[in-house]
């Protein structure tokens, strides 16, 4: 008897025997259901028989039986007043277990949400992704009286990523009836909050109305998706509703954790506590540095991976600049806390780096990693794993604390049948297919090739995701190859940055010829190319499909 527990109050396994009966009351279950017919195996006792063992053992006992494929709403209602009759924990059992995991999590479907029934019976080893329209629609079996939207394309979220490939598809194929599917009102240019944070840009000019940037012809259904059902080639929304799709593109970005440190999000844009992870929170950074009159500034950054790996050293440097020209500089205690062990990923660029950490005498602490805030007191608190010493906790006392948070793949990305073992959407890292249904694909913040979460990788991915699906409905085999290419202009003081760029396996993929610029030293250029260029070629070019320096590499069939 294997136990798998989905809740406090609920474990499961399959079949048991007489003997497990003394068992699973000595583990403390009070109760047992029976969720399997009599007499679908040989060797299967009667429940007739397990009740009575139940009985002997000081438990109470149900027979409530579910012919396989045949979950009822009825069965699931009776399993919910169950549970809370019953005393708990409250064991349950069928053949696999499958059926009386299905019961809960229709049983649940009124008071949970989709992405946490998923989670808690993924995590107990059982994919319900084939009752996920059920669960939406709050454990009833949605009727087919409307009939399911279909799309050749469907593509979920419209951040830089999805809205590029929209266009990039368009342009390639007109014809294309697409669908992109995101609840935002607003779109973010969030490669701008640096800059906001440092008070060059107005944080209104990172924001565009969502409608505005759908491009034309392209149909935006403004909602959230809950669930995957590649078998059906079906997304599930928030309520129940399904939309059918011949090909999908998966972009919705990852999740940024701020619940997973401790005091964390009730201090968030008070206390001297800031981020520039956030539209609203990146001006009260700006705030927070013009009014540091001395006193100790602490920048920290979670573990890998995270998007723009450079943007929490960036806020270190432009707020450093902005008291050095202040004349501040000597007042400040910069301290950077990094939960990895290098200052950058990519050695090339660490030297140019190191010579402005020198500059604004920055300390930096490797192996720190922000686990606990006390806003009111203060205080940020880091586990400190060294390589080849003991663990330990470290707490530490701010007058400002600009927060990188912890990031991972959203909730509803987790408990998909899509990902990896580490929750990322699992594609080929050249063709960015998903690896193991055909018709799906990925991009940006959210899968799993091991390139930098940026912008400008999602600018570099859209026409490869574009052309491979143009190939494949043109009954070709993928023609364009991705190379890892993400980009990261670290602003390391007002007016300069070290423009990395760099793709698969720490490789430098510059734009321009190293006389023109040369992005291993911090140069003028690249400041001009971040602040007045990149926008518009953001908002203009990359989400209108222009691909401007961007041709995908071919792919030549061997
Ligand atoms: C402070 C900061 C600085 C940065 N600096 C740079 C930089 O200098 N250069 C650079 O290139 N990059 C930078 N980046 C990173 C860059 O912004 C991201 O890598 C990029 O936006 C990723 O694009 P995406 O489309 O994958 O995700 P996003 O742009 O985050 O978009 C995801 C979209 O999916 C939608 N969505 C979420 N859940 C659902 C759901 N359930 N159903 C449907 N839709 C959903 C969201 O509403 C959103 O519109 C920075 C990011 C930050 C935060």
Same mark, same amino acid.
């Given at each position: 008897?294997?136990?798998?527990?989905?809740?406090?109050?609920?474990?499961?396994?399959?079949?048991?025997?007489?003997?497990?009966?003394?068992?699973?009351?000595?583990? *403390?279950?009070?109760?047992?259901?029976?969720?399997?017919?009599? =007499?679908?195996?040989?060797?299967?006792?009667?429940?007739?028989?397990?009740?009575?063992?139940?009985?002997?053992?000081?438990?109470?006992?149900?027979?409530?039986?579910?012919?396989?494929?045949?979950?009822? !709403?009825?069965?699931?209602?009776?399993?919910?007043?169950?549970?809370?009759?019953?005393?708990?924990?409250?064991? =349950?059992?069928?053949?696999? *277990?499958?059926?009386?995991?299905?019961?809960?999590?229709?049983?649940?479907?009124?008071? #949970?949400?989709?992405?946490?029934?998923?989670?808690?019976?993924?995590?107990? *080893?059982?994919?319900?992704?084939?009752?996920?329209?059920?669960?939406?629609?709050?454990?009833?079996?949605?009727?087919?009286?409307?009939?399911?939207?279909?799309?050749?394309?469907?593509?979920?979220?419209?951040?830089?990523?999805?809205?590029?490939?929209?266009?990039?598809?368009?342009?390639? +194929?007109?014809?294309?009836?697409?669908?992109?599917?995101?609840?935002?009102?607003?779109?973010?240019?969030?490669?701008?909050?640096?800059?906001?944070?440092?008070?060059?840009?107005?944080?209104?000019?990172?924001?565009?109305?969502?409608?505005?940037?759908?491009?034309?012809?392209?149909?935006?259904?403004?909602? &959230?998706?809950?669930?995957?059902?590649?078998?059906?080639?079906?997304?599930?929304?928030?309520?129940?509703?399904?939309?059918?799709?011949?090909?999908?593109?998966?972009?919705?970005?990852? +999740?940024?954790?701020?619940?997973?440190?401790?005091?964390? !999000?009730?201090?968030?844009? #008070?206390?001297?506590?800031?981020?520039?992870?956030?539209?609203?929170?990146?001006?009260?950074?700006?705030?927070?540095?013009?009014?540091?009159?001395?006193?100790?500034?602490?920048?920290?950054?979670?573990?890998?991976? %995270?998007?723009?790996?450079?943007?929490?050293?960036?806020?270190?440097?432009?707020?450093?600049? !902005?008291?050095?020209?202040?004349?501040?500089? =000597?007042?400040?205690? %910069?301290?950077?806390?990094?939960?990895?062990?290098?200052?950058?990923?990519?050695?090339?660029?660490?030297?140019?780096?190191?010579?402005?950490?020198?500059?604004?005498?920055?300390?930096?602490?490797?192996?720190?990693?922000? %686990?606990?805030?006390? *806003?009111?007191?203060?205080?940020?608190?880091?586990?400190?794993?060294?390589?080849?010493?003991?663990?330990?906790?470290?707490?530490? !006392?701010?007058?400002?604390?600009?927060?990188?948070?912890?990031?991972?793949?959203?909730?509803?990305?987790?408990?998909?049948?899509?990902?990896?073992?580490? =929750?990322?959407?699992?594609?080929?890292?050249?063709?960015?297919?998903?690896?193991?249904?055909?018709?799906?694909?990925?991009?940006?913040?959210?899968?799993?090739?091991?390139?930098?979460?940026?912008? &400008?990788?999602?600018?570099?991915?859209?026409?490869?995701?574009?052309?491979?699906?143009?190939?494949?409905?043109?009954?070709?085999?993928?023609?364009?190859?991705?190379?890892?290419?993400?980009?990261?202009?670290?602003?390391?003081?007002?007016?300069? %940055?070290?423009?990395?760029?760099?793709?698969?396996?720490?490789?430098?993929?510059?734009?321009?010829? +190293?006389?023109?610029?040369?992005?291993? #030293?911090?140069?003028?250029?690249?400041?001009?190319? +971040?602040?007045?260029?990149?926008?518009?070629?953001?908002?203009?070019?990359?989400?209108?499909?222009?691909?401007?320096?961007?041709?995908?590499?071919?792919?030549?069939? #061997?």
């Amino acid at each position: 008897m294997e136990l798998k527990k989905i809740t406090d109050g609920l474990s499961v396994s399959g079949q048991i025997q007489i003997d497990d009966l003394a068992k699973l009351a000595k583990r *403390g279950f009070r109760s047992v259901i029976c969720n399997r017919p009599d =007499g679908e195996a040989a060797d299967q006792p009667t429940h007739d028989e397990i009740e009575a063992a139940a009985t002997q053992a000081g438990l109470r006992f149900l027979y409530l039986p579910v012919t396989p494929g045949i979950v009822t !709403e009825e069965t699931a209602t009776l399993f919910r007043e169950a549970l809370t009759e019953l005393p708990g924990p409250v064991f =349950g059992y069928c053949r696999t *277990g499958t059926r009386t995991t299905t019961l809960w999590a229709l049983a649940m479907a009124k008071e #949970k949400s989709v992405v946490d029934i998923l989670a808690a019976t993924k995590a107990a *080893g059982y994919d319900m992704t084939g009752v996920a329209r059920r669960i939406a629609n709050g454990g009833v079996t949605p009727t087919d009286s409307v009939e399911d939207a279909s799309y050749d394309v469907v593509i979920v979220g419209a951040g830089a990523a999805g809205v590029a490939v929209a266009s990039s598809l368009k342009s390639r +194929k007109s014809d294309l009836d697409i669908a992109i599917i995101d609840p935002a009102d607003i779109h973010y240019y969030q490669p701008g909050w640096t800059m906001v944070g440092a008070g060059v840009f107005d944080a209104q000019t990172t924001a565009k109305t969502m409608g505005s940037l759908i491009p034309r012809g392209v149909h935006w259904v403004k909602s &959230a998706v809950a669930a995957f059902e590649p078998a059906n080639n079906a997304v599930i929304l928030d309520g129940c509703r399904v939309v059918k799709y011949k090909r999908l593109i998966v972009c919705p970005g990852l +999740k940024l954790d701020w619940a997973a440190v401790d005091g964390l !999000e009730e201090t968030l844009g #008070k206390n001297g506590v800031t981020s520039n992870y956030r539209y609203d929170l990146a001006p009260y950074t700006w705030k927070l540095v013009q009014e540091q009159k001395g006193g100790r500034a602490i920048f920290t950054q979670p573990p890998m991976p %995270i998007k723009c790996a450079g943007a929490p050293q960036k806020a270190m440097y432009l707020s450093a600049s !902005e008291w050095e020209k202040q004349g501040k500089l =000597g007042n400040m205690d %910069i301290q950077f806390m990094n939960a990895g062990g290098v200052l950058f990923g990519v050695k090339d660029y660490v030297p140019a780096l190191e010579e402005y950490v020198k500059r604004y005498d920055a300390k930096l602490n490797f192996f720190h990693n922000l %686990i606990a805030v006390d *806003g009111p007191n203060k205080t940020a608190t880091f586990k400190v794993a060294k390589p080849d010493a003991e663990p330990e906790t470290v707490t530490v !006392e701010f007058d400002m604390l600009h927060v990188c948070p912890p990031q991972c793949a959203p909730d509803f990305i987790k408990v998909s049948p899509l990902v990896d073992a580490a =929750g990322w959407v699992d594609v080929d890292q050249v063709t960015l297919r998903h690896k193991t249904f055909d018709n799906i694909w990925s991009l940006g913040d959210v899968m799993n090739a091991p390139n930098a979460k940026t912008a &400008a990788a999602a600018r570099m991915q859209a026409p490869v995701v574009a052309a491979n699906i143009a190939a494949d409905i043109d009954g070709k085999g993928p023609q364009a190859g991705y190379n890892g290419y993400g980009s990261c202009p670290l602003t390391v003081e007002k007016g300069k %940055i070290v423009l990395a760029e760099f793709g698969y396996g720490g490789v430098l993929l510059p734009s321009f010829p +190293k006389w023109a610029l040369d992005g291993t #030293k911090a140069t003028r250029r690249a400041w001009i190319l +971040k602040e007045q260029i990149l926008p518009p070629v953001y908002w203009k070019a990359m989400l209108r499909g222009k691909e401007w320096m961007i041709k995908p590499e071919k792919i030549i069939a #061997k």
